[in-house]
Every structure is written in C-alpha cells, then in structure tokens.
C-alpha cells in the first residue's frame, strides 16, 4: 500500500513538473529567429518602407536609445502610412519625438497570440497603448515581430498620433463647455506632502506635518471622484452637452442645493473602458450610482490614452438613483465618546432566518449617557423614513433585558465651533429578540452636507441599562 502511494505521488509530481515546463518552453519558444548581431535601430533602418520614420527616429535622437543595450519594442507605420501624418506633428520637434515615443516601449514585447487577447503596454511618452490580437492601437499589426539582440520591431498600417488622457480632452473640448467649466474649477487647497516636514506620525501610521505646512491647490474630482489624468487606468467619461446639463442640473437643485452641478457630475465616471456599440443601457458610476445609457443620445466619442470620452445630448438621471436610500452601519462607527475597547463588541450572528448579519454592541461600560459617533457625508435634504434594527438577547449575548437608546443629530443652524448642538431625533425601545426594523419616525436634514449622528445611552452607569447595540439605520426618501 504505501509503496503504491509513494509510486501516485511520484507519478502526480512528474506530471505537474512537466506541465511547469511546458509552460516555460512555450514562453521560450514565442520568440524565435532571434537576430543576436543587430539592435533595434539598425533592423528599423535597414527596411526601405520604414525609411521615414527611420528618419524621424534619427532626428530625434532615439536612434541612439533604440541601439543601447536596454530592450525595446517599435511599432514602425510605414513610408504609406506617414503620407496623412498632420504637419502640425512632423514641423514641431517636441510633437515629433512626442509622436516617435508613442511608438515604443522600454521592453521586449510578444503579440497577443489571439485576437481576443488584450494588453496594455507603457511607452516611453508615458502614455499607454493597447494591443488587441494582431493590432496596435487603431493600426494593424502587418506580418511578425522582427526580434533583434535588444528588442522588437514590428510593422503598422496607420501612424498612432499621441492621445490626449480623458482629463485633457476635457479640458481642450468645447462640446459640453457648463460641465468642463464647473469641474476644471472645483478645486481646494491641501498639504503639499512632497515638500512639507514630517515630525512624527499618529496610530493609524499617517503623518504629522510640522505647523504651517506648504499648502497646493487641488482638483476635488480627482480625489473625490476619479483622477481622469492618471495614465495607467482606463475610464469610461460622459460629457453632457449645455441644455441637457443645466436640465438635469435644475432636478437636483432641490436636494443638493448649491451643490447640485457636484450631485450630478460626481456620476459622470465609470471604471473601465466601454466603446459606443458596448454600452449597455445602464452603467454603475465610480460611487454606486446608476448612470441610464440611451445610444441615441451620443453625439460623438473620443478614444483617449486611457479610457473613452462620449459626449451626450441627454443623460436622464433617475431621482432615486439620485437621492437613495441608505443605511448607517453600527458596526462602522466615527469614533466613541470615550474609548471602550474591553466593553465594545463587534459581532458577527445569525437572525431568525439563519441571515448573517453584523452589528455592535457597547455592554458594562459604566458612562452615564455614553455615544458612538457617526458620519455620512454628502447627504442630499429630502424628508426620510428612517428605521433602525437593534438584536438583543440572541445566543451568547449578555443583554437580555429591554433597555432605550436615544439618537442624536447634529444642528448646523445653531451650532458655533465651540458648542456644537445636537438634536434628540428619536428615543429607540429595544426588546429582547426583535429581529424587526423599528420605525423611529421622520427626518429631514436641515443643509445638504455631512450627516453627524450620535447613538446615546441611558442617563445611567448600570449594566444592562446603558448598553447600546445597532445593526443599522435605514433612510429612505419620500420623494415625488
């Protein structure tokens, strides 16, 4: 038996050792008729139909980078090819080599073996080209890469002029002028970390800046949203034209209130990359949010270097989608009044139904009128129904009385810095195994902004009568 054994384990060893070098030997093997006496420049120049950009490599200077003894790859388009290339490019030496650099990559690189195979490939410019099947970007891939002592070089159909990311094309549009507008200005001033002085650093391992540190301005799309510059992503971005813009604006207007071109443009992005006959007839935006997608409605699409930019005629944004029903989660609290490690527990149970479901719970902690603290940010002023599930007495739980808790919500309107004021909105019974949401009544915020709530326990220092425990509130809009 045991020899048996050791004879399958010999047998199921060898078989995966040679499956490894399988995979190892076709790796090898994709690049064949290696060239090992000539650099990539000297296979480039020696092919009479890629003389122009040739010579165009030459005189911008990396025919000396193509001949060193890094690796790279070339995308040539051919002497045919470069007959269209815009004069703006070939006249302007910065745009020339900008145009050379959008042609190579500081590696060796193998095709794509299928045409349903994808890369994305850094070139020297910075920017990033995509390689599906046998293309490069919009060219065709024409004949196999030519692999020489220090790269590859490979023939194209089409010049690829450098892209503009979908950040700059924005910038340099006039299709939708209101929305670039708003959001090449929305900006705020933050820590300048590359130049400010680092004394120290708190628990959470972030830095403590010196007093007074160097402050930049800062795009809030880019943090807050998406960074539509950074070149190594791909997005998917909706310009929306003037009249569809100020429309769509004016719906929001009464929820978002000042805010309202932020409420809308903050779901202009998706991840990913989606061409017009791909797009399905709803997206979900980089914060949840539905985006409904009409294929009409695109007046024109621009491929960029990372990502594709659709102008739209109409965006139709649903109110709900707008201004949704969300939950406060217990166990995602702010902060605590006071910490309370060895008394707060984060638990994981099962309902009445056998659901999981994830809660907290603050038992014995001996503070009269102890709180936890939470925040919800950008909420929309809409009337809600809130609701609120709380689980005592299950298996394993201390508290098996009935106890009340109380929610507090912050005032804006008669609050000052040094004494802020917050609002008894709803005092909240809880009895022993409710599995139930209760309904604590209806509440509208008084500004659109930061949502700040404290849950509150009884005027009392004794167990079982000043616990907390949340599972979540629920709001949920009354709207039109």
Excluded at 136 to 146: D, K, N, P, W, Y
Excluded at 202 to 224: C, D, E, H, K, Q
Excluded at 441 to 461: C, I, M, N, V, Y
């Amino acid at each position: 038996m045991k020899t048996n054994i050791l004879h399958t384990i010999l047998l199921l060893s060898t078989i995966f050792w040679l499956s490894a070098c399988k995979d190892v030997l076709e790796e090898h093997t994709e690049i064949v008729n290696v060239d090992n006496t000539i650099d990539v420049f000297q296979k480039l120049s020696a092919q009479p139909n890629l003389s122009k950009f040739s010579d165009f490599v030459r005189s911008t200077g990396y025919d000396k980078l193509l001949a060193s003894s890094q690796n790279y790859t070339v995308w040539a388009p051919t002497n045919d090819a470069l007959t269209s290339l815009d004069a703006a490019i070939s006249s302007d030496p910065a745009k020339l080599k900008d145009f050379v650099a959008n042609h190579i990559a500081l590696t060796t690189v193998v095709a794509p073996k299928t045409a349903s195979d994808t890369l994305r490939i850094q070139l020297i410019n910075k920017k990033f080209a995509t390689l599906v099947g046998n293309t490069f970007e919009e060219a065709a891939v024409t004949g196999g890469g030519q692999f020489v002592k220090n790269g590859a070089l490979y023939t194209i159909d089409k010049a690829v002029p450098t892209k503009f990311n979908v950040w700059e094309y924005m910038l340099s549009s006039a299709d939708a002028p209101l929305q670039t507008n708003y959001i090449s200005n929305i900006s705020s001033m933050v820590i300048d970390t590359a130049n400010a002085v680092i004394i120290g650093y708190n628990n959470s391992g972030n830095p403590i800046f010196a007093a007074n540190p160097p402050m930049v301005s800062r795009n809030l799309y880019w943090t807050t949203v998406a960074d539509l510059r950074t070149e190594n992503q791909q997005y998917t971005f909706f310009m929306l034209q003037d009249a569809a813009f100020n429309s769509e604006t004016a719906k929001l207007t009464p929820y978002y209130s000042l805010f309202d071109k932020l409420g809308l443009v903050s779901d202009f992005t998706v991840k990913g990359l989606y061409t017009a006959d791909k797009l399905p007839d709803t997206l979900l935006s980089t914060r949840g949010v539905k985006i409904p997608i009409s294929k009409a409605a695109i007046v024109k699409s621009y491929k960029a270097s990372n990502g594709i930019v659709h102008v739209m005629s109409a965006l139709p944004f649903r109110l709900k989608d707008k201004v949704p029903t969300f939950k406060i989660e217990g166990e995602l609290p702010f902060s605590f009044r006071i910490n309370r490690d060895g008394n707060t527990l984060y638990r994981t149970k099962l309902d009445n139904k056998g659901v999981q479901y994830k809660d907290i719970e603050v038992y014995d902690h001996s503070v009269s009128e102890y709180y936890i603290r939470y925040l919800r940010s950008n909420v929309p002023v809409a009337k809600y129904k809130v609701y609120a599930r709380a689980v005592a007495g299950a298996a394993g739980d201390a508290q098996v009385a009935a106890f009340t808790q109380r929610y507090f919500i912050f005032n804006p309107l008669t609050s000052t810095p040094t004494a802020p004021v917050y609002d008894l909105f709803a005092t909240h019974n809880v009895t022993p195994l409710n599995y139930d949401e209760v309904y604590m009544g209806e509440f509208t915020p008084k500004q659109f902004g930061l949502l700040d709530l404290r849950l509150t326990s009884a005027a009392s220092t004794a167990k079982n009568v000043s616990t907390l425990i949340l599972d979540y509130l629920r709001f949920e809009p009354i709207l039109p």
